[in-house]
């Protein structure tokens, strides 16, 4: 807004001023309080054809939110839900999104922006100093209160009568150990159910992807495999609970290349079971590189040597990934030879 | 002169100077770069083995050795398949540069598809492997994308993101992004594994999941795909889209509300 339209009477200098009265440090009073600096008027309250200008402004604005809660409700009317659109530099998008999205912003955007226009131009912008109360009540206010309280407390006979008392005091301690109870529903502790899996003895390794059960000369060297315990389907209720223990990443390496005695000892022919779980936070773990037989946790870059017993090489895991000892059985199927010998997933605190 | 010596003090001036000089580096790269090798000629040739074994001395063997038995500087190739010749050299990955870095990345390929399938032949030769897919195992009939999409989900994602759109992995290696991949491309890598991907062989992951898992990636990550949703934001889940809500979102509400205030309504002259 431009002030080159403002008659010259009308200018801050030649305003009144008294208002504004400010009291300068002297020797007595080298910290005066200032007080507020002179009260400056904006062009809408000196001139009555800005003033209107803002009010047009904010009419417009308020009008054109209107328009743009019409538009949200025709959008939603009239545009098919699969319509897609292309706009630049967004790509092809859905027209219904697009149209619903802008319409609403547009529309709660003008009455923000109206709103803001109108208090800025239009609303009184007289400084006011509201100066605080102190807090503390007049005296005889204070004495009526404890009057008041004294003599409430003479005529309950809270002192005499101890019987009452007493049992108010009963009642009173008794009620929150409700709520105590309550808590049990926080319970039971988990008990051993971390410890084990549904993986168990003569289980066979059942491939996620075709539901069936895994033969050794399935799995070339350089592949990778997840398995689930057979018996276990997705549409059970307890899958998502079973699956997140019982995950199963299944590699193949030479075993000339594998430099754990023990995890050698496990594997079968070079196929190495190994619990899907970070055991950092239990994020499933599975970034496999083939040539170096990393895998690589992609929530915190833990890093296991598949190779080596996966033993953490790098990052904030705190044990190796669990191996499940698997072996062949009679009709060649590649079978689990117990359940995992530690808990799988991230340490807790009874882990040991 | 003097009307460009009065500019050069000019706010944008580095920036101009900045880009031609890009500009010039760039055309000159392109100017002096060695040159792709000629093609050969695309007249029909019979693929025998004996024209790849040539095309392999020339380009492989320094690396492969003369016999594809590996040598330090590159793997053995027998029994690798012919699909795994036809992924490398079609993707330009092969022949790599003597220096790469962590992972030899894609680029253009310098061999014509004859002279590839000639390759792919001779190495076939050496040992048993994969052969390359025919149009009718990786094409879109007979695909089920939500199949696809929940074998991808298990198998695939873990590395390549969601949507295919590539992750970083240890030591500067990673997951390439898969968009613009070929179907036939995709399909052979699954099933030979190149450099730190694992394979998931067809015992593992029938040739119908191939075909799923390729029809699902048509559909999230093609030509065609549409993003309902608007800007995608890389496909790269909650940190683009934090990101971007914190600094635009957030910023431009601060820019506004700075703006808003650093004007002032009164009519003071200045």
């Known amino acids: 807004m431009s002030s080159q339209d403002i008659p010259e009477e009308n200018l801050p200098a030649a305003q009144d001023t008294s208002q504004g009265a400010v009291k300068l440090a002297d020797e007595q009073n080298p910290f005066a309080d200032p007080g507020l600096p002179p009260h400056e008027p904006r062009v809408q309250d000196i001139d009555e054809r800005a003033a209107k200008r803002s009010e047009r402004v904010v009419a417009l604005l308020f009008t054109v939110s209107m328009l743009a809660t019409v538009g949200f409700i025709a959008s939603y009317v009239t545009i098919p839900v699969d319509k897609s659109v292309f706009i630049w530099p967004i790509g092809h998008i859905s027209a219904l999104n697009f149209a619903l999205g802008m319409t609403l912003g547009l529309a709660l ?3 923000g922006a109206g709103a803001v226009h109108w208090a800025r131009t239009l609303m009184s912008d007289h400084e006011l100093a509201d100066e605080r109360h102190p807090i503390e009540a007049a005296p005889e206010t204070r004495a009526k209160v404890m009057d008041d309280f004294r003599q409430g407390a003479k005529e309950s006979a809270l002192g005499r009568r101890k019987l009452i008392r007493n049992t108010m005091f009963g009642a009173l301690a008794l009620f929150p150990l409700s709520g105590v109870v309550l808590l049990r529903d926080l319970g039971p502790l988990p008990g051993t159910k971390l410890r084990h899996t549904l993986w168990s003895k003569g289980k066979l390794l059942v491939n996620m992807n075709t539901n069936e059960p895994l033969r050794p000369s399935d799995l070339v060297v350089g592949s990778l495999t997840f398995a689930k315990p057979e018996g276990l389907e997705e549409h059970d209720h307890e899958f998502q609970t079973e699956i997140a223990k019982a995950a199963l990443m299944l590699v193949r390496i030479q075993p000339d290349d594998i430099k754990d005695k023990r995890s050698l000892e496990w594997s079968h022919e070079g196929i190495l079971a190994y619990s899907k779980i970070c055991t950092h936070v239990g994020c499933p773990i599975s970034l496999y590189e083939q040539q170096t037989h990393h895998a690589l946790c992609p929530c915190h870059q833990s890093t296991f040597d598949l190779s080596d017993g996966a033993k953490v090489i790098f990052g904030p895991a705190g044990h190796p990934l669990p191996q499940l000892r698997i072996g062949v059985n009679d009709e060649g199927y590649l079978e689990a030879l117990g359940d995992f010998d530690e808990p799988v997933g991230p340490a807790f605190w009874e882990r040991g | 002169m003097k009307k460009l010596s009065a500019r050069r003090r000019h706010p944008l001036a580095a920036l101009v100077v900045l880009l031609l000089a890009l500009a010039c580096t760039g055309g000159l790269y392109a100017v002096f770069a060695p040159a792709d090798k000629a093609q050969a000629d695309e007249t029909a040739q019979s693929l025998t083995i004996e024209e790849g074994k040539k095309l392999y001395t020339v380009g492989c063997a320094s690396c492969h050795g003369t016999g594809g038995q590996g040598t330090s500087d590159g793997p053995s190739l027998v029994g690798v398949g012919a699909a795994a010749v036809d992924f490398q050299v079609s993707t330009g990955r092969m022949p ?3 220096s790469q870095g962590a992972q030899v990345p894609r680029k253009k390929n310098i061999y014509s598809q004859a002279e590839i399938d000639q390759l792919a032949a001779y190495i076939a030769s050496l040992g048993a492997g994969p052969a390359v897919p025919t149009e009718e195992q990786y094409g879109p009939e007979g695909a089920d994308a939500a199949k696809g999409g929940e074998l991808f989900r298990n198998n695939c994602a873990q590395c390549h993101n969601f949507t295919g759109k590539g992750g970083a992995l240890t030591h500067g290696k990673y997951a390439p992004s898969l968009e613009g991949v070929a179907p036939k491309h995709i399909y052979e890598a699954m099933l030979t594994g190149p450099q730190n991907m694992p ?5 593992t992951l029938s ?19 549409e993003s309902p949703g608007g800007l995608s934001l890389g496909g790269l889940g909650p940190v ?9 979102g957030l910023g431009a509400l601060i820019a506004v509300a700075v703006w808003v205030a650093a004007r002032t309504a009164k009519a003071k002259k200045s």
């Open chain 1, 109 to 111: 955007f003008c009455i």
């Open chain 2, 207 to 225: 040739e119908q999941n191939k075909k799923d898992v390729i029809a699902y990636l048509n559909a999230v990550n093609g030509d065609e795909t």
């Open chain 2, 199 to 203: 394979s998931f062989p067809d015992t």
């Open chain 2, 240 to 248: 683009s889209e934090g990101l971007f809500a914190w600094v635009f």
């Open chain 2, 96 to 98: 790599a540069a003597t």
